[in-house]
T-cell receptor, first 111, second 113 residues
Framework: GQNIDQPTEMTATEGAIVQINCTYQ??????LFWYQQHAGEAPTFLSY????GLEEKGRFSSFLSRSKGYSYLLLKELQMKDSASYLC????????????FGPGTRLSVLP | DADVTQTPRNRITKTGKRIMLECSQT?????MYWYRQDPGLGLQLIYY???????NKGEISDGYSVSRQAQAKFSLSLESAIPNQTALYFC????????????FGDGTRLSIL
């Protein structure tokens, strides 16, 4: 089975910074992906990490520590349109090289 | 036009009916996937296919079947629908390389009464 954990819900204020954590247990790790999903819509790709460290893409950054089985997505200068669910997905050999998704974190950005 | 197209977008049907959800893609990807999404449970893999002659069960395949008619087409069938199959269903594609993400269709909202 899958062992990917994320907080269920988070709330933050417009203009602030928020960090969404993801922890996983797997063998044959082959990459971690973050997706954004607005309610009722398709997930869209945000970022990819396979090596330890920080990947930055504009207002969004993602960090990975393979030894700790830990990643986070950092969203800066929050905007109302960032209210969405954020899905962490791991690709690994023990998943048949498929993507296994965490339960998602629903982020609400308040004015 | 969307790269990954799912039909229908919405469907309401009755218990016991046979239903087919269709997915087509113009991305030229070999790998295709079917997921269901329930509130609080994230995306669960139903079936996946790495090329036209390859079909594999995912974590929740019971009650479902698939057909990979061509590289571009991957359909999901519910042979005899039951109410707990009510969910949002997504088709996705990906390239063969491990650093490439999945690309999702817009989803099919299925309700079984």
């Amino acid at each position: 089975g899958q062992n990917i954990d994320q907080p269920t819900e988070m709330t933050a204020t417009e203009g602030a910074i928020v960090q969404i954590n993801c922890t996983y247990q797997t063998s044959g790790f082959n990459g971690l992906f973050w997706y954004q999903q607005h309610a009722g819509e398709a997930p869209t790709f945000l970022s990819y990490n396979v090596l330890d460290g920080l990947e930055e893409k504009g207002r969004f950054s993602s960090f990975l520590s393979r030894s700790k089985g830990y990643s986070y997505l950092l969203l800066k200068e929050l905007q109302m349109k960032d209210s969405a669910s954020y899905l962490c997905a791991v690709r690994a050999e023990n998943y048949g090289q498929n993507f296994v998704f965490g339960p998602g974190t629903r982020l609400s950005v308040l004015p | 036009d969307a790269d990954v197209t799912q039909t229908p977008r919405n469907r309401i049907t009755k218990t016991g009916k046979r239903i087919m959800l269709e997915c087509s893609q113009t991305k030229g990807h070999d790998r295709m996937y079917w997921y269901r999404q329930d509130p609080g449970l994230g995306l669960q893999l139903i079936y996946y296919s790495f090329d036209v002659k390859d079909i594999n069960k995912g974590e929740i395949s019971d009650g479902y079947s698939v057909s990979r008619q061509a590289q571009a087409k991957f359909s999901l069938s519910l042979e005899s629908a039951i109410p707990n199959q009510t969910a949002l269903y997504f088709c996705a594609t990906s390239e063969d390389y491990s650093n490439q993400p999945q690309h999702f269709g817009d989803g099919t909202r299925l309700s079984i009464l």
